[in-house]
């Protein structure tokens, strides 16, 4: 168990805290998706009502270790001005830490916040440089990590900072860990994995993993095709990883060894290209044929995948098992989350795919949890551990 800022005194400490702001910008820059910001939001209250002087740090997209006003996080401060009806203060420092900074950050009073420039605005931030770690612990007393979605990076924001001041989680890791943890390592059961997204090739660790954990295991979406090819089945132009068919038998193998039932899809909603106004058709994997290509799962795998999720009282769901993003073909991901969503286990999205499906379907409020880390939920459903979140002070 890591220490949050519960377990400390931050009262009169000057506190600074890594955030997650790398939130989607329109052309114009303004900011499409707030959840990031909002997220934070429980951590940086409780500093304020505990009397601490807040220094927030974040990423914005890829600058590539060169200042750019593109990726400037003027718009978060904006935004969390509002959100917070508090000033932030907040000045686009190239360098990210000057001696302007330094002195405003000296003279931060309790209740205050102060937000930094873009850390990626320094080249040393991604190659975690000490120097760069030190400057920033320099400004503060105590440093919170609350960036899930930068975790599974060891950057000098996220984990080398932890080398000079006493580091402890914000309560979103705090969340993110003890409902992502649980869901692998202490579940109620039986517990269903759904898994699906374009590439097997990223999944295949977190497929390894959780097969020592489920009990059941839906595979649909892109990565079901390399699975079915595995088990003799023609897949016609859906997307194949030939190099991974292999594998793919293996992990049939492993879950039929371990007892895990395993579910691929018997039907597929199927295109004559990759377009929402393609002509379609629904195919029995059975007698698929070769010049079409399966965008969806068709209406006989819903039902299949729909009971399978009845029965679970722990449910992990990561990547759509279909083209989601057109609306031709999101009705499978959207049977899913609608199952999800009336389930009354406990259920947990991963990634931000489907996460962003769940969205899309307005139906956030009736999971459990989502996870607010992509890569980072996956590395934890692989079952390694996070940099960012082994420096953290254990309790
Ligand atoms: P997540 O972000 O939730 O981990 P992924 O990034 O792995 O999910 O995968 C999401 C993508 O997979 C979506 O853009 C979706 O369109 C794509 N996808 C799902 N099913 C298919 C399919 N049958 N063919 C091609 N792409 C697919
Ligand atoms: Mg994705």
């Excluded at 400490?13 to 499409?32: Q, S």
């Excluded at 320099?138 to 932890?162: E, K, M, P, Q």
């Amino acid at each position: 168990m890591k220490k949050t800022i519960r377990d400390i005194n931050v009262s009169g400490k000057r506190v600074i805290v890594r955030c997650d702001f790398n939130v989607p910008l329109n052309e114009e820059g303004e900011i499409t998706d707030d959840i990031r910001i909002t997220s934070a939001l429980p951590t940086i209250n409780y500093l304020i009502e505990q009397n601490a002087a807040v220094i927030l740090i974040s990423h914005l997209g890829r600058p590539k270790g060169k200042a750019n006003p593109k990726f400037s996080l003027r718009p978060v401060a904006d935004r969390l001005s509002s959100l917070l009806k508090q000033e932030i203060i907040f000045n686009s420092v190239d360098e990210v830490v000057n001696e302007e900074v330094r002195e405003i950050s000296a003279n931060l009073k309790p209740g205050q916040i102060m937000l930094l420039e873009n850390v990626r605005f320094r080249k040393e931030e991604t190659e975690n440089d000490p120097n760069f770690s030190k400057e920033l612990a320099n400004l503060a007393d105590v440093y919170v990590n609350d960036a899930f979605g930068t975790a599974h990076r060891a950057h000098s924001s996220t984990t080398g900072i932890a080398e000079f001041i006493p580091a402890v989680s914000g309560f979103l890791i705090e969340k993110e860990i003890e409902f992502l943890g649980n869901a692998v390592e202490n579940p109620e059961r039986p517990l269903l994995a759904i898994m699906g997204g374009a590439k097997v090739g990223d999944k295949i660790p977190v497929i390894e993993n959780l097969l020592e954990k489920v009990d059941s295991l839906i595979i649909g979406g892109g990565m079901s095709y390399t699975f079915l090819k595995a088990q003799g089945y023609e897949v016609g132009l859906s997307i194949l990883d030939e190099e991974k068919i292999e594998l793919a038998k293996h992990l049939l193998d492993q879950a039929r060894e371990k007892g895990v039932t395993l579910l691929l899809p018997v039907d597929i909603l199927a295109a004559k290209e990759f377009s929402n106004d393609a002509e379609t058709s629904v195919f029995d994997i059975k007698d698929f044929p070769n010049d079409w290509m399966g965008l969806d799962i068709g209406d006989k795998t819903r039902e299949i995948f729909k009971n399978e999720i009845i029965k679970a009282r722990t449910i992990i769901w990561n990547g759509p098992v279909g083209v989601f993003e057109m609306p031709k073909f999101s009705n499978g991901t959207r049977s899913i989350a609608e199952a999800l969503a009336e389930s009354d286990g406990v259920t947990i999205i991963g990634g931000g795919d489907s996460a962003a499906a769940v969205r899309q379907f307005g139906l956030s409020e009736k999971m459990t949890h989502i996870s607010t880390g992509g890569g980072a939920s996956l590395e934890f459903l692989e079952g390694k551990t996070l940099p960012g979140v082994s420096v953290l002070q254990d309790k």
